[in-house]
């Protein structure tokens, strides 16, 4: 079953073309990320009309790429939800055009799912499954039992992980995205620096990142006040080390409640190089327990994911 995927919920405008959830033929991703640095963030209004700029020219990139032409789809994917509205519309009204005109069946894909789904391309999926879902956007622990069984074991009361990484690297002066500059910071640094490590309820699998960044901006005010110099290496590592230490071990603490088979890790922070060894070497010490990561450009916004994540949809909807 051929897949065609599309995703325009924030910064990247993608589409994809995924064989039975698995092989990916194309995955073209426009990145707006050069416009909105100059910004600090990303401006939805100005992401909304790069998306209507680029789009047409990247449906015709993946089919291209492929090779395939539309009477080879058998199925259309496109991100509906979470997301900036003004973005996702073009995403959707391009995605439901395509497959209107070319007589394609259509499904609607959470955003999420698919960050999930972009295992799948790595690794068969062994139920039952927790993931750890870290992107810009949201951090939560999820138990699936089955393909589309999410149970959400714990999420964050404030801060998602990816949103405090950018926040602190804004303010140590870090390009935006600054998730991906604060990780290669850290992995020169030392921890130095004394930080919070935010639990929560000894059982709680809930998480809460915005003291810790909180206390990583008062660092960095307080030593500018005193005009004193910062180590920014060994803050970046400190910072990384509160993050990834507690979500290594709300995962590991969830994985052994649930006895899960398979581990999975989603959303852009899926790429720090810091999570990915230390989740690496805690997995390790469990028994039977497989991990997954995405590969690097899995992990953030694309839209083979979301063909997985569709196609899975489709073929339960018509088991
Ligand atoms: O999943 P994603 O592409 O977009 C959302 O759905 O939110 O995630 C983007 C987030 C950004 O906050 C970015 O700074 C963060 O992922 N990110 C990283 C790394 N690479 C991307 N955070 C920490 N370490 C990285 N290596
Ligand atoms: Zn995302």
């Known amino acids: 079953m051929l897949v065609l995927g599309v995703e325009s919920s924030c910064d990247e405008t993608s589409v994809a073309l995924v064989k039975d959830g698995k092989e990916v033929l194309a995955n073209i991703v426009y990145s707006q990320i050069d416009t909105h640095k100059v910004f600090g963030g990303v401006v939805p209004e100005v992401a909304s009309r790069e998306h209507v700029k680029k789009i047409i020219y990247v449906f015709e990139q993946a089919l291209q790429e492929a090779n395939v032409i539309p009477q080879d789809i058998d199925l259309v994917a496109v991100t509906t939800t979470p997301g900036l509205i003004g973005s996702l519309l073009v995403g959707i009204n391009a995605a439901k055009a395509f497959a209107l005109a070319h007589n394609i069946r259509y499904v609607d894909v959470n955003h999420i799912d698919g960050h999930i789904y972009a295992n799948y391309i790595e690794s068969d999926f062994d139920f039952p499954i927790l993931a750890l879902v ?8 999820i138990l699936m039992k089955d393909h589309y069984q999410f149970e959400v074991l714990g999420q964050t009361l404030d801060d998602a992980v990816g949103e405090a990484y950018d926040k602190v690297g804004r303010v140590m002066g870090l390009d935006y995205p600054a998730g991906m500059y604060v990780d290669r910071l850290a992995q020169t640094g030392n921890t130095t620096y004394k930080l919070p490590f935010v639990y929560l309820d000894k059982d709680s699998y809930n998480f809460s990142f915005s003291g810790l960044k909180s206390a990583v901006l008062n660092i960095i005010n307080k030593c500018n006040m005193k005009k004193e110099a ?67 450009k899995y992990c953030t ?12 949809k489709d073929v339960l909807k018509t088991i």
């Open 230 to 296: 910062i180590n920014i290496a060994d803050l970046a590592a400190s910072f990384q080390n509160s993050v990834v230490t507690v979500l290594v071990d709300k995962t590991i603490q969830a994985a052994k409640a649930h006895k899960v088979n398979q581990i999975v890790v989603a959303g852009g922070v899926a790429a720090n190089q810091g999570l990915r060894k230390a989740l690496s070497e805690a997995v390790n010490k469990l028994e039977n327990v497989k991990l997954t990561f995405p590969k690097m």
């Open 134 to 141: 870290v992107s810009g956007g949201h951090t939560e622990l």
């Open 301 to 312: 916004d694309n839209a083979a994911m979301i063909a997985v994540a569709g196609y899975f």
